[in-house]
């Protein structure tokens, strides 16, 4: 997977345009990943058709919204627009994640036909290793949604047990995975309110304004307790 994009430099859809150009800044993107290569161009119809689809399936996959840990997954769009206007109306539609090729790459070219691309969209799975899973998975994708993902699985399984056990780490859904808590970002505000109520329960019960009804005795054994504990100390 790596070897095949070192010494080249791709670029992250993101508002800052980073490039990546390094050996080790390719080997982190790319190393132990899924890689979708997606062809597609913009004055293609069915291109903009399908760039929604591929979308949500790629953030199904990797947003931890939806999965227990965002997924090994790259997707990389290499345009066969013709001018460099189409490359950035369709990176619009695309995920801010995603990476591509600059539009005067020649790369672009040579991919194209290395995976005998003759007709757009194409979707070419590659696993880790670099080998094709999946020549063209746009029907795949459109008909099964990141039910898709299983069959590839399955696949990787059969063919490379290492690649298999990196899937099954990576593309847990929650849905999984009911007796374990949702992660989001919300989580530490569920935990910061719990442990505050928490604290707020152990104040009452060890005696924290003991005049109130009821709770005078309690309050005081147990306080007579943890002074014992202390070594003979008293609540003051």
């Known amino acids: 997977m790596v070897d095949l994009f070192l010494g080249r430099s791709l670029v992250c ?15 982190l993107r790319l190393q132990n990943r899924i890689l979708l290569l997606f062809f597609g161009s913009a004055d293609c119809q069915r291109c903009q058709e399908f760039v929604p689809t591929l979308k949500d399936f790629v953030k199904r996959l990797t947003d931890e919204f939806y999965v227990e840990r965002s997924a090994q997954l790259v997707l ?39 995976f005998e691309v003759e007709d757009v969209p194409k979707v070419v799975v590659l696993r880790p290793d670099c080998s094709v899973l999946s020549p063209n998975a746009v029907a795949e994708i459109c008909s099964l949604g990141t039910d898709c993902f299983r069959n590839w699985q399955v696949c990787v399984s059969n063919n490379w047990q290492e690649g298999a056990e990196l899937i099954d780490r990576n593309f847990m859904m929650n849905e999984e995975y009911d007796d374990k808590e949702m992660r989001s970002v919300t989580d530490p505000i569920r935990r910061f309110k719990y442990k505050v109520e928490k604290n707020n329960k152990k104040k009452r019960r060890w005696g924290w304004g003991r005049g109130a009804r009821g709770g005078e005795k309690d309050g005081k054994e147990e306080g007579e307790e943890e002074g014992e504990e202390d070594g003979g100390g008293s609540w003051g």
């Open 13 to 27: 859809n993101n508002r800052d345009r980073v490039e990546y150009d390094t050996e080790r800044e390719i080997i």
């Open 76 to 114: 990389l769009y290499i345009s066969l627009d013709q001018s460099e206007d189409q490359l950035e109306s369709l990176l619009k539609e695309l995920p801010k994640r995603c990476l591509f090729l600059t539009h005067d790459d020649p790369y672009r070219r040579e991919l194209e036909s290395m």
